[in-house]
């Protein structure tokens, strides 16, 4: 059991330019969420899948954010045309049905200079 | 308001001392999760718990439902404990609602 792991663990990129991050979850965890963490503060809820169907999506997550999962596996996090405020850890968890553990990755540190 | 608060905000103590972080949320909740966060950001979940007490190791948590309120313990305290300390609350919708952490340092 390799646990959740994230790729890139870091990415420092210019304002204006396109960032993926990946999510690989544990097998057969069909749960998938993603969080964001800006300096100081707890995670916050971005969006979350079930299988490859994304059920929920916070108002954080603004229409240059798109999260996807097309096989119901890893998981992709797109922010277009990064903005400075996109700095953060962007953390990934998975769970499996019928619990509310969720298992987090080591996360995606995102720096917009 | 916050739906999930943490006392201390930071926290810091001598290595060997008996250590409480404490967590209040607002909302009706299906669990509770510690979670520690080490410096470069990976977090590790200590504990899920919707009742009474676990533990493990040198760590215990409590929760008491009717108070909406969570203690996490460490006793014993060490320099390799220096972490943040998150609660973290899930409602019964599946998503989950973080605390700001508790920073805590222990001096060797």
């Known amino acids: 059991d390799t646990g959740v792991s994230q790729d890139p663990r870091h990415k420092i990129t210019k304002r204006g330019q396109n960032v993926t991050f990946r999510c690989d979850p544990i097998?057969?965890?069909?749960?998938l969420y993603w969080y964001r963490q800006t300096l100081g503060q707890g995670p916050e809820f971005l969006t979350y899948?079930?299988?490859?169907?994304?059920?929920?999506k916070s108002r954080l997550l603004s229409d240059r954010f798109s999260a996807e999962r097309p096989k119901g596996s890893f998981s992709t996090l797109e922010i277009q045309r990064t903005e400075q405020g996109d700095s953060a850890m962007y953390l990934c968890?998975?769970?499996?049905?019928?619990?509310?553990?969720?298992?987090f990755g080591p996360g995606t540190r995102l720096t917009v200079t | 308001k916050n739906e999930v608060e943490q006392s201390p905000q930071n926290l810091t103590a001598q290595e060997g001392e008996f250590i409480t972080i404490n967590c209040s949320y607002s909302?009706?909740?299906?669990?509770l999760h510690w979670l520690q966060q080490h410096p470069g950001g990976g977090i590790v979940s200590l504990f899920m718990?919707?009742?009474g007490k676990k533990k493990h190791g040198r760590l215990i948590a409590t929760i008491n439902i009717q108070e909406k309120h969570s203690s996490l313990h460490i006793t014993a305290s060490h320099p390799r404990d220096s972490a943040v300390y998150i609660c973290?609350?899930?409602?019964?919708?599946?998503?989950?609602?973080f605390g700001k952490g508790t920073r805590l340092h222990i001096l060797p």
């Open positions: 968890a998975s769970s499996p049905s019928h619990t509310y553990e969720q298992y």
């Open positions: 097998s057969e965890h069909n749960r």
């Open positions: 899948f079930q299988n490859e169907a994304q059920l929920e």
């Open positions: 909302v009706g909740i299906s669990a």
């Open positions: 718990l919707s009742s």
């Open positions: 973290a609350v899930a409602p019964r919708d599946d998503k989950i609602i």
